[in-house]
Nanobody, 126 residues
Framework: QEQLADSGGGSVKAGGSLRLSCAAS????????MGWFRQAPGKGREWIAS?????????YYSDSVKGRFTISRDNAKQSLYLQMNSLKPDDTATYYC??????????????????WGRGTQVTVSS
C-alpha cells in the first residue's frame, strides 16, 4: 500500500528551527518528484518547495520560504526532508509532503501529485 508518513512538526518560537521528515513506503521513491505544501486555517493549500527526481535533484522554492527552508531527499532511505530555519508566525500551518510521478513544469500545482501525507502541524509563536 502506497503511503507517505510526514512527521517532525511542533511548536517553536519565532526565529527557531524545525526539520520535517516524510517516509515513503509502497512506491518506487526514486522515480517520484517530491514536494512540500502547507495549509493554514481558512486558507488554501500553498506550495512551498519541490525536489525533482532528476540526477541533479533540482529544487524549487516559493518566494515565501526561499533562503529559509531547504528541501532534500535521500533515495536510499526513501525519505524527504524540509529543514525550516528562521521560522515566522506566518509559517504556522499543517505541512504535507507529496509525491508526483510526472510534474512537467507544474511542480507547484497540487493536482500534479499522486500521493500525499496526512500532514504534520507546525506552530510558530511570536
Amino acid at each position: 500500500q502506497e503511503q507517505l508518513a510526514d512527521s517532525g512538526g511542533g511548536s517553536v518560537k519565532a526565529g527557531g528551527s524545525l526539520r520535517l521528515s516524510c517516509a515513503a513506503s509502497g512506491i518506487a521513491f526514486d522515480v517520484y518528484s517530491m514536494g512540500w505544501f502547507r495549509q493554514a486555517p481558512g486558507k488554501g493549500r500553498e506550495w512551498i518547495a519541490s525536489v525533482l527526481k532528476d540526477k541533479e535533484r533540482t529544487t524549487y522554492y516559493s518566494d515565501s520560504v526561499k533562503g529559509r527552508f531547504t528541501i532534500s531527499r535521500d533515495n536510499a532511505k526513501q525519505s524527504l526532508y524540509l529543514q525550516m530555519n528562521s521560522l515566522k508566525p506566518d509559517d504556522t500551518a499543517t505541512y504535507y509532503c507529496a509525491a508526483g510521478l510526472w510534474l512537467a513544469d507544474r511542480w507547484d500545482k497540487p493536482g500534479q501529485y499522486n500521493y500525499w501525507g496526512r500532514g504534520t502541524q507546525v506552530t510558530v509563536s511570536s
